[in-house]
DNA sequence: GCAAGGTC
């Protein structure tokens, strides 16, 4: 060939598998594996020094693939790479109700131990023109091929595309694999990706709401339990509580069978009836008086044959892990555990794999004889090969992908458990090449009063695999001597009581037989299952061996079972019922997206109708529990109500939300996109609840709802608490209590108001006046916009009263000269800077911006004929008309605690203590309501649009930060206000969050 | 803090 492709191998799984192919690869086009072998320790060390396991390594090698010969390059992955995760805003688990979860945002993620293999594609796929999958051929296997293109795609969009198909790992399978190439299978993939959706959706939305409630309603008991669902667990622990209840419900019955012996000499056969038994007493006391009356048997027939005891099959995953629970009394989890270590240390093959047919390629006598030098089951080993062995049985299952668990190496130097369970291994494949057991069964029937009786005799021929297989038992029965038409009078004919006796709790063998036969869970995950479901506390185990509901586990099952699901949660079917669906996404017979829709729709009935009959749940547990639930009204429960959205976000149109702080003290409101949108304001009261309520603000519009708010201190002194208001703007008073900037809930163009004032900070006297928590978000928000989208804002600032006019939104001339620039600062508190737009619809037009473009600052510069001329001090012109309660003159303070009234004036009785008067008043509001005329407070009245209505809004709601944007739309608002008082001082005009007496 | 799947 003129040229040669630079290819990209891919296999993900294992090392093992990789070097596997690798091996096979190169021994066919090189014929030289060793050298190839040592090439890849050296790259190998170079990812070390790299920091990327050493696990990920690279190979290259020549390689003929569709007819081209190529240079290869292959690596690995571990699994999946990616993994589905609520969008950031979905995650805290109080930041929405769960149901929500159900059609939450989801997005993929690279797991963290991930990245550096996904480094490593990234990195080799760009000196590559194809990519070939080898991943397993499973469904799983498919979807993380996907995500292995997906991350190559993103670098390489035009890649060419490849999958290898192989039935096991073997040289002719891999070959077969490489010369016949094949496309990725969608279909399969698409599957797994609507399993992991809504494995991820129920789990949480489930978690969630159990986890939430139920520490509630039993503080005493489950204040700090995680009580999780998942599609897997729940139905395990309904195969134990299934088991449970029906010992629990179990009556026993009594019934009556004929017994009949025969001795001879010191060798008693027994004979067992051929009725067996029967429920009815009278019935079998006649037919054993008949059988007295006649006393003699006679012998109807004796059947004597060889009989086999087969030797197992090859070893998968669930019988690994069902007898080494059985045998060895190691539970399944620490087995796998045990034979992963094994694996990783080359003892082992491959521990997760659903075969039991040992490939033809796979060289069984070589693996035998690695054995044969063992002190226990050496010579069993070498015995196996002298008679001619290995000589497998065969199963009827196959992944594709790994051949059956056995020995890889001898491993003398074991101990402890890891000894045990490398023994079973060996000794299972050892017994599974051998032979089967030979004996002989002899059966033989006799007939007394025609009621038929028999007796089975054995005798063991040869023990075979039996000898290495110490875990199973066969043992002989010897019985006298009987042919066809003897007779003999029995030596015991009688009547046999006995009860049939309740099922025994599950093992965890039978509890793994349970979870394969129904399809729950993978041979990989069965024994995780079982040890969630046992950290849990939902069940635990009795004698160490039975499984045995605990009281958690047990009310829930209940009530899941008592709310009267179409079918229940802790059963099998409605995971059974998915799998068949992902089964027909995979044979293309049906649509992802179709059976998404409907499962994730059918999931969510269910919860809803959980959360409906939530009080079922309750009621199973108290009994279970012995524990009085709490009672919880819905409402306070999950945060549900708190997390529907109560208006659309004007910065982004998302939703906006009440949230949780993180110090669990108070909400907040966010916008349901952060991180992308960080619009945010943070009450400065506590409030401990927040009922989001259908009603819309008939103010506001239909997007807007009322919200029931209750404080940890009503702020909204004599108002009722919870208290039902509007917070998206149409009430400033209540804003402006809460301290929620209007930009927050309201686009600027909708309102005279604006909080832009609070994105640039007044240089006065001191370094800065406050920049409240409303303040550093709304920069935040607004760091990014640009001066086209930014609305018109009007700086403020006066040097001698700068407090008072920037909370009286006094506007004080900022010319567009030179010197302007004196009294705006930038967000780093540096002179901003005063420039002219050049182009643009703005064009001419002044702003300020951070002198050295370190911030984002920016403002526009008030244009001249519309900025008022003159500054307005509003309290010095006033205190002489003030009178406190004394009808004193009142004397004129400012707030020297350093808050953010800090600086600012108020009024107070002129008398010393005792005999002061509680006389308060802030002097900007003794001015602001003083009779003032159309033109408002500002005098002018010109171009900028001040209007009446803006002076009212603020003799009402008080605006002391949303101080300019007045040429904006007014803020309307007509509705007769109630004056709020302190709830410290009592008095007007301020809050408790500003009294300056508090 | 949540699932199940993959995996060293």
Known sequence: MGFSILWNICRFSSRSFSSKIMKYLNVAEKNDAAKGISAILSRGASNRREGFSQYNKIYEFEATVIGVKSQMVMTSVSGHLLNYAFHPSFRNWTSCNPVELFDAPIEQVCMEESKNIKKTLEREIRSCDGLIIWTDCDR????????????????????????????????PSIFRALNSLEQPNKNVSDAVDIRKELDLRTGAAFTRLQTLRLQKVFPGKLADKL???????????????????????????TF??????????????????GRDRLFDKNSCEAILDICKESNVAKVDSVDSKPKSKWRPLPLDTVEMEKNISRKLKINAKNAMKIAEKLYTQGYISYPRTETNIYPKELNLVNLVEHQTNDTNWGPFAQRILNEGGPTPRVGKKSDQAHPPIHPIKHAPGLTGQEKAVYEYIVRH?????????????????????????????????????????????????????????DTFTPSTLDLAEGNTSPPK????????????KHGIGTDATHAEHI?????????????????????LGMGLVEGYNNIGLQVSLAKPVLRAEFEKDLKLICEGLKDPEIVKREQIERYKAVFQTVMDKILEIDNSLANRLDDRPVPIQNEALTPQDSSRPVMKCPKCGGNMIFKNRKNGVGKYLSCSRYPECKNSGWPSTIIDGVEVLDEHCQNCGPATKKVKMKFRQNPFVGGPNPTILCIGGCDMNVLETLEIALSTVKRSNEEVTSTHANNYRIHENRPSINVNRNVQNSQRINGNRTPRTLPNVMPVTNRNNSMNNFRNANPVNVHGSGNSADNIFCQCDNPADLRTTANGPNKGRKYYKCANSVCN????????SSTPSTSTSSSNNANTTVQCKCNQPAKELTVMKNNHNHGRKFYSCSKPQPGKCDFFKWADEVNENQPTDDNGPWGGGGGGGVSNNWSRSREIGKSKKNNTNHRTKPYQNNKPKVKRKCGICGEEGHTRTRCPNS
């Open 857 to 864: 600052f920016f403002l526009w510069a008030p244009n001249s």
């Open 140 to 171: 799983e296997g498919e979807n993380i091929g996907f995500e292995i293109i997906e991350v190559c795609k993103d670098v390489k969009p035009n890649i060419r595309i490849f999958r290898a198909k192989f039935s096991e790992i073997t040289g």
């Open 256 to 273: 009556w069978k004929i017994k009949m012996n025969h001795k001879v000499k010191d060798l008693t056969t027994e004979f067992l009836w």
């Open 227 to 253: 009580i999780s669902y998942g599609s897997c667990q729940f139905p395990t622990l309904g195969f134990v509580v299934d088991r449970y209840l029906s010992i629990e419900n179990f009556i026993p019955e």
């Open 531 to 551: 040890d969630t479901i046992k950290t849990r506390e939902y069940v635990g185990l009795h004698e160490n061996t039975y499984f045995v509901p605990g009281t």
């Open 505 to 516: 709790l599950l093992t965890e063998a039978e509890l793994i037989a349970l979870m394969d």
């Open 429 to 485: 494949f050892l017994a599974s090449v051998h032979k089967d057991a030979q004996g002989y069964e002899t059966v033989v029937i006799v007939d007394i009063a025609d009621e038929k009786f028999t007796a089975k005799g054995l005798i063991i021929l040869e023990k075979n695999y039996l000898d290495v297989y110490i875990y199973e038992k066969w043992l002989g029965k010897e019985i006298n001597n009987y042919e066809v038409g």
